[in-house]
């Protein structure tokens, strides 16, 4: 049964990894570049500290610590422990990968870091923004984060179950980080004023 997921996971990698054209190799590129979201996440933070005014530090403290959790899980607790290779560093898959200006990354793919961040990004948002700005879901997992995970398949980073399971944690987290900031919010701060 793991051989059969293992072969669906490299058949709809190579699927995805194959579709290519100069216009998707430079988009793709820039959705998978850290930096060109800041505007967004710039946006996200300041919507969220002014529908939280009374507990704007709490936000400013839980963003940080919400990337932190994504990030260091993804590795500490996946890469570092499956060692699954990168596609574009699967010797089995050599000639097969295309890669866009030649970068790779490091040797282990599984979990996608960028998934799991902009996953516990969207549904962290999300939980925070929700009664204030409707419809936001959508546009937040669809327009950001599955854009995310869906272009380092492209790129040919990461297959599509690290892209998955680094979704489910990513979301994971963001749900449960929100649920401490709920926590300290409503219960431990009202109580200490």
């Not at 990337?67 to 574009?88: E, G």
């Not at 970068?103 to 948002?125: D, L, T």
Request: aromatic letters at 18%; charged letters at 15%; glycine letters at 6%.
């Amino acid at each position: 049964m793991i051989d059969f997921l293992v072969r669906c996971d490299i058949d709809l990698f190579l699927l995805i990894n194959g579709w290519r054209s100069a216009w998707a190799d430079v988009f793709f590129w820039w959705v998978s570049d850290k930096y060109i979201w800041a505007p967004f996440y710039a946006l996200l933070l300041f919507l969220m500290v002014r529908k939280n005014m009374k507990y704007w530090w709490l936000v400013l403290l839980m963003v940080p610590l919400l990337v932190t959790l994504t990030d260091q899980s993804s590795v500490q607790l996946f890469k570092n422990v499956f060692h699954r290779f990168r596609p574009c560093h699967n010797p089995e898959l050599e000639g097969l990968v295309q890669i866009v200006n030649g970068k790779c990354g490091g040797s282990w793919g599984f979990v996608s870091s960028h998934a799991a961040n902009a996953f516990g990004v969207a549904m962290f948002s999300w939980l925070m923004l929700r009664k204030h700005i409707k419809y936001m879901f959508w546009p937040l997992l669809i327009g950001y984060a599955a854009l995310i995970a869906y272009s380092r398949v492209y790129l040919g980073v990461h297959y599509p179950a690290d892209v998955s399971v680094g979704a489910i944690l990513g979301m994971l987290l963001g749900f449960g980080v929100y649920k401490l900031f709920e926590f300290l919010s409503t219960r431990v701060l009202v109580k200490s004023n």
